[in-house]
């Protein structure tokens, strides 16, 4: 099959599409024809290797998963022994977790971590939804506790986590407010956003606004600025963000090192969001897709063998919304 292969860390042009071995199913996993895969921020760090302290999870001298991409949406090839929910041609998406692999026309993935896709839902919409649906939903339903009538800004709003961020606020009965830039403001309004700031106009960590939950997705803002925003009992989720800016030894991470130190003397509430895959999550993600609540948002599309240039928009480009490689 075709794979596109990562032997080093370095600028986009690491990644060539190459020929390999097409996996097989073990125990517990499904072959998974993929159909498209999304491209992700954790994506452009691992193939720059940035930042450097990352390097310690993601391999020394190389990245330990070679095949890049992680989540996925297509069509179930095989299944192996002890697999029960699906067979061969059921339309499914899902995460590969730290595996990776699903820059490739062949992903093996557990079956915990496949879904069935929403039937209006297309492939390319259905990829995107995995880790960047996830990360806003553990963001604000898990560690920032939204429910009916919370107030939520969610910084970054307009990235492929934020999009989702304003929609799932808005369906846990949030009122939300989304800070983006002036070309994005048509966009983060579409997806329903009570409220738009435009960074570029307005100081939203000076507009004298109190909010519940704020949700860090760029890590612009220093810990004060942020907090300056919060109600008394609100509380600040951090979940890195970012674009490459030469590498860096902590990037986006050394806010959150701060925020954690700093945590026990604060009066009010600061977390770093660890996002973890999740079936159950999945499921979530997929009710909310299929009843329409939640809509996957692109930005834009590439080709397989077009991967080193998505990667290379994402990481440079601000990319607004989710950006997906159709295979």
Known sequence: MKAVVQERYGAPDVLELREVERPAPGPGEVLVRVHAAAVNARDWHIVRGDPYVARLAFGLGGPRARV????????????????????PGDE?????????????????????????????LGFEQAAALPLAGNTALMGLRDVGGVREGSTVLVNGASGGVGTFA??????????????????????????????????????????????????????????????????????????????????SLFGPMGLILKARAAA?????????????????????????????RVVPAIDRTYALAEAAEAIRYLEVEHARAKVVITV
């Open 166 to 247: 304003v929609q799932i606020a808005k369906a846990l009965g949030a009122e939300v407010t989304g800070v983006c830039s002036t070309r994005n403001v048509p966009l983060v309004r579409s997806l329903g956003a009570d409220h738009v700031v435009d960074y570029t106009q307005e100081d939203f960590t000076r507009s004298g606004r109190r909010y519940d939950v704020v949700l860090d997705l760029v890590g612009n803002r220093s810990l004060a600025e942020q907090r300056r925003v919060l109600a008394p009992d609100g509380i600040l989720v951090l979940s890195g963000g970012g674009v490459f800016e030469g590498g």
């Open 264 to 292: 026990p003397l604060l009066r009010q509430r600061v977390a770093a969001l660890t996002e973890r895959p999740s079936g159950e999550n999945l499921a979530v993600l997929a009710e909310l897709a299929g009843s329409g």
């Open 68 to 87: 890049r991409g992680r989540d996925f949406a297509g069509r179930v090839e095989a299944v192996g022994p002890g697999v029960s929910r699906f067979r």
């Open 92 to 120: 499914v998406f899902g995460d590969l977790g730290d595996a990776d692999g699903a820059f490739a026309e062949f992903a093996c993935a557990p079956e915990r971590l496949v879904h069935a896709k929403p039937a209006d």
